[in-house]
């Protein structure tokens, strides 16, 4: 047990969380019967995924991607040494033009200076984007508490069989 | 100025919903005349745009210049694939917009500037989709797309819309997440996120594109899009939301939103990972034909159980995703199989304009939603008939309509691959249709009841652009101009996609780069 957190969970950690989070997220939009906790469920979702792309762009030892900051880590970087290119660090590919044919993240490399600011910077949008989406949700469960004066599924659908019966 | 034209297709929408929310909101009627201006705008770019991409090829377009050094930027590129499809959306965009000059109900005209203004949002994100270059402008395009079909959904006067619209809500959602997801994988394997970037990399670097992590985003990015396409088992908001909102908005999202999301699994498949990456896994085609199969048969069955119109409309277009998804999976040598899918993605938007259009009609006007309650109405609406009965062919798939074309290059494709059971999958979903809507022409020719009052004479009380008071009263005649003209241009497009789909075809084949002989061998 131990063992298995040390070597499998304990180097991908962000990832576990992330694929836990999105899991409770689509549980509770599954199985949750109130439409609020069936939207909350979402934006847990959203989050998990928001996770996961923050993760990303981590590298161990990286300092924000200001030019000015390139400074802070070549001081670290003396004394790190080849610490650097541990395995955490995996997802450290650059928007390189071909980042395959990188070589081997080395200290001397530039970029590995600095955090990959492009998957911080598309998260903007989805944080954006996922705040719009839960806005929509809550003013549609307003509306449909106006209309039917439930919030709760199993209601919801009887009162519109009701609806349905009646025309 | 002409290079200008791709980002005018999106700017010209875009800018028209900004102005219907500075002014629509205070002047209701100068909505209309906005929304209308901008998208032939729109039509005429992309009519523009597509011919560039038709006579010289594919062609990037930088927004404001930037070119990407890094994969960085946002990219439009247009070649004749989304040429035809852009050209697609704004004419179905035009011909729904002329639909809603009346408002269906006294109650919705409090609404006019905010459902302009969510259409012409819906219409930016259908033309990003098809435009953008770019794996994640393609996410947020898609929720631009969707949020607002949300909201068009739930802006109906109906008690059960917005219960729809919650739950398509949370099932595009969750859809749109998974894409995300899948591209994050993409993103963390290619570094990049620019659609032909990754192209490149995963064609020239063997290391990159067999490793699980390209797999595992190839299946988040298709699982995701079948929600959004409503892929069978995958369906479930589907029926409920489009049956339920109003007719002005079912006849811009039935046609486009699903039609538009096949079009982005074709252009994952196709110009993302490669036709030969993903044919390269052996079995994926046949499992992903199977379930298209599944789907075809499913949606054709249960179409056959709705007693209502709009209902059995929203099935039929669950069977018609099943022929695009498979026809798209079908990996037959010469790829007839995704030409037939592509093409059919502009017939069933013609079709599906054109049927909706009539439901909305009957609807609107009549008040009609149920098949029964259609008994004579040939003799009563000749007009709007003569729209359903050519609607109805393409969809059972009669020459010359578009819907027989599609059909041919499909099972065309089938035998080629030797997948026998989509073929006969095909076949007896045409019969379906076929029993589905003679069943209505024998209702609504021959009827049931005896016609009450032979009033032919047609409404021609000139429709401006102001919008008369809502009708309440539904006289027995014809359908107004404002709702004639849309569907007699969506059947006489149904005709003309049939008539020219050999250059049509040409045009698709072409972006498959398929050399043009063998296009001209089957002509």
């Not at chain 1, 990286?62 to 040494?81: R, S």
């Not at chain 2, 949370?170 to 963390?188: D, K, N, R």
């Not at chain 2, 021609?460 to 007699?488: C, K, N």
Request: aromatic share 12%.
């Amino acid at each position: 047990m131990v063992e298995f957190f040390l070597n499998t969970v304990k180097p991908h950690f962000n990832f576990w969380v992330y694929v836990i989070l999105m899991m409770v997220g689509l549980w509770s939009l599954i199985a949750k019967n109130n439409l609020i906790k069936k939207m909350m469920g979402l934006a847990i979702f959203q989050t998990a995924i928001i996770l996961f792309y923050v993760s990303l762009g981590v590298k161990d030892g990286a300092t924000i991607p200001v030019l000015e900051h390139y400074g802070d880590y070549a001081e670290k970087a003396e004394p790190a040494g080849p610490d650097a290119s541990k395995p955490a660090s995996k997802p450290a590919s650059k928007p390189a033009p071909n980042p395959a044919s990188m070589p081997a993240p080395a200290a001397s490399n530039p970029a590995d200076a600095f955090a990959n600011p492009v998957p911080h910077v598309l998260m903007l949008t989805a944080i954006v984007v996922g705040v719009a989406t839960l806005g929509v949700a809550l003013a549609l469960c307003e509306m449909i508490f106006k209309e039917f004066d439930t919030l709760e599924e199993d209601e919801l659908l009887r009162k519109i069989k009701a609806l349905h019966d009646d025309a | 100025m002409l290079e200008q034209l791709p980002a005018v297709i999106l700017l010209a929408p875009l800018f028209g919903a900004l102005l219907i929310s500075l002014f629509g909101l205070r002047e209701r009627r100068a909505c209309f005349p906005v929304a209308f201006a901008s998208l032939l705008i729109a039509l005429a770019s992309a009519i523009g745009a597509g011919t560039r991409a038709f006579t010289g090829g594919a062609y990037d377009y930088f927004i404001g210049g930037w070119e990407e050094p890094l994969g960085i930027g946002i990219v439009l590129r247009v070649d004749s694939l989304n040429g035809l499809l852009l050209i697609a959306i704004a004419v179905v965009a035009v011909l729904a917009l002329i639909f809603t000059i009346r408002p269906s109900s006294e109650k919705d005209e409090g609404k006019t500037a905010y459902f302009y203004i969510l259409f012409l949002l819906l219409c930016v994100g259908l033309f990003g989709i098809t435009i953008t270059g770019d794996a994640f402008n393609l996410f947020v395009l898609i929720e631009v797309s969707a949020l607002t079909s949300y909201g068009l959904v739930a802006i109906g006067s109906s008690r059960r819309c917005k219960m729809a619209a919650f739950h398509y809500l949370l099932m595009g959602t969750v859809g749109a997440s998974f894409y995300l997801l899948g591209v994050g994988y993409l993103y963390l394997k290619t570094g990049s996120l620019n659609i032909q970037d990754i192209n490149t990399i995963l064609a020239t670097n063997a290391v990159v594109s067999e490793s699980p992590g390209v797999t595992t985003a190839f299946i988040l990015i298709l699982v995701g899009i079948w929600i959004k396409m409503a892929f069978f088992p995958l369906y479930g908001w589907l029926p409920n939301a489009y049956s339920y909102c109003p007719s002005g908005s079912a006849c811009l999202l039935a046609p486009l939103m699903t039609k538009v999301s096949v079009y982005v699994m074709i252009r994952v498949m196709l110009s993302i990972f490669g036709l030969e990456w993903v044919f390269g896994h052996p079995g994926w085609s046949d499992l992903v034909v199977w379930l298209a199969v599944i789907a075809i048969l499913a949606g054709s069955i249960m179409a056959l159980a709705q007693r209502e119109i709009k209902r059995m409309l929203c099935y039929l277009i669950v069977a018609e995703i099943g022929y695009m998804v498979g026809g798209a999976w079908l990996n037959d040598p010469n790829l007839w199989g995704l030409t037939g899918a592509f093409y059919h993605i502009l017939a069933d938007a013609m079709m599906t304009l054109c049927l909706f259009l009539t439901a909305g009609i009957f609807f609107k006007y009549r008040g009609i939603s149920e098949i029964a309650d259609l008994d004579g109405i040939f003799k009563k609406m000749p007009l709007t008939s003569i729209g359903f009965v050519i609607g109805a062919l393409a969809m059972i798939g009669v020459p010359p309509t578009c819907g027989f074309f599609s059909k041919f290059y499909l099972i065309r494709g089938g035998i080629e691959g030797g997948q026998w059971e989509y073929v006969a999958a095909l076949l007896i979903s045409s019969l379906v249709n076929a029993v589905l809507f003679f069943r209505i022409f024998e209702i609504a020719y021959f009827g049931k009841k005896p016609a009450e009052g032979h009033d032919h004479e047609h409404n021609h009380e000139h429709e401006h652009e102001h919008e008369a008071p809502a009708q309440t009263v539904l006289p027995a005649r014809e359908a107004p101009l404002s709702a004639l003209i849309p569907l007699l241009a969506a059947a006489a497009l149904i005709l003309l996609v049939g008539i020219f789909n050999g250059q049509i075809v040409e045009l698709i084949r072409v972006a498959f780069e398929i050399p043009s002989t063998v296009v001209s061998n089957l002509r």
